[in-house]
Nanobody
Framework: QVELVESGGGSVQAGGSLRLSCAAS????????LGWFRQASGKEREGVAS????????HYTDSVKGRFTISQDNGENTVYLQMNSLKPEDTAMYYC???????????????????WGQGTQVTVSS
């Protein structure tokens, strides 16, 4: 049974940093794709960052490039999202995702991802 458990969310002032963690179990972590999505109140869920566990290539949505970094620790079966220079518009529920159903096309197509965590809230105040 696949399980993804996020942690590390919280409240921070603009310009601050947070590191989200996602502990994964139930699948071959080192041979998969992993990602982070977010959903702000009243908006659709959007992709933030992804990493291909095979070649460790990473992908970011434009609004977080240069500020967020996705990484993985195969020994700990954990994927991280380091978020720096946070802005109020980064406020959202952040979800961990895993298990690409296919490769190619947009990494941030929600239909691509087979497994989701329950989310962790990030709130950035101005």
């Amino acid at each position: 049974q696949v399980e993804l458990v996020e942690s590390g969310g919280g409240s921070v002032q603009a310009g601050g940093s947070l590191r989200l963690s996602c502990a994964a179990s139930g699948f071959i972590f080192s041979k998969n794709c992993l990602g982070w999505f977010r959903q702000a109140s009243g908006k659709e869920r959007e992709g933030v960052a992804s990493i291909d566990s095979g070649d460790l290539s990473t992908h970011y949505t434009d609004s977080v490039k240069g500020r967020f970094t996705i990484s993985q620790d195969n020994g700990e079966n954990t994927v991280y999202l380091q978020m720096n220079s946070l802005k109020p518009e980064d406020t959202a529920m952040y979800y961990c995702a895993a298990g690409c159903r296919w490769y190619g096309g947009s990494w941030f197509d929600r239909r691509k991802w087979g497994y989701w965590g329950q989310g962790t809230q990030v709130t950035v105040s101005s």
